[in-house]
């Protein structure tokens, strides 16, 4: 495990092992136009064959996001997310297909 300070998907592109897991905490709900779409295209580049992606979103979800490459496993999950305290968030979760 290691921790950044900087961009994610900067640093995703950066790491040459790709990444297992990454998590978003409201950060795309801050994103917009070709940024908030394709963010998770972006990231992919940096991610290892079957790796997770969790976005957890606040106030906004971010719409129009290419999920290209990726299934939803969200449902798998939800008896997790069913058990977060706050209730406040919603929270998606994403495994990565593979290709670029």
Request: charged share 25%; proline share 2%.
């Amino acid at each position: 495990m290691s921790f950044e300070q900087k961009d994610l998907i900067r640093c995703a592109l950066d790491d040459s092992e790709g990444f297992d897991f990454v998590s978003f905490s409201d950060v795309p709900s801050y994103f917009s136009g070709s940024e908030e779409q394709n963010y998770l295209q972006r990231l992919k580049k940096g991610l290892k064959f079957g790796a997770h992606v969790v976005i957890r979103c606040y106030l906004r979800i971010p719409e129009g996001t290419d999920l290209t490459g990726y299934e939803d496993v969200t449902h798998q999950y939800q008896d997790l997310i069913d058990a977060e305290q706050t209730q406040v968030y919603r929270i998606f979760v994403y495994r990565y297909k593979g290709g670029i």
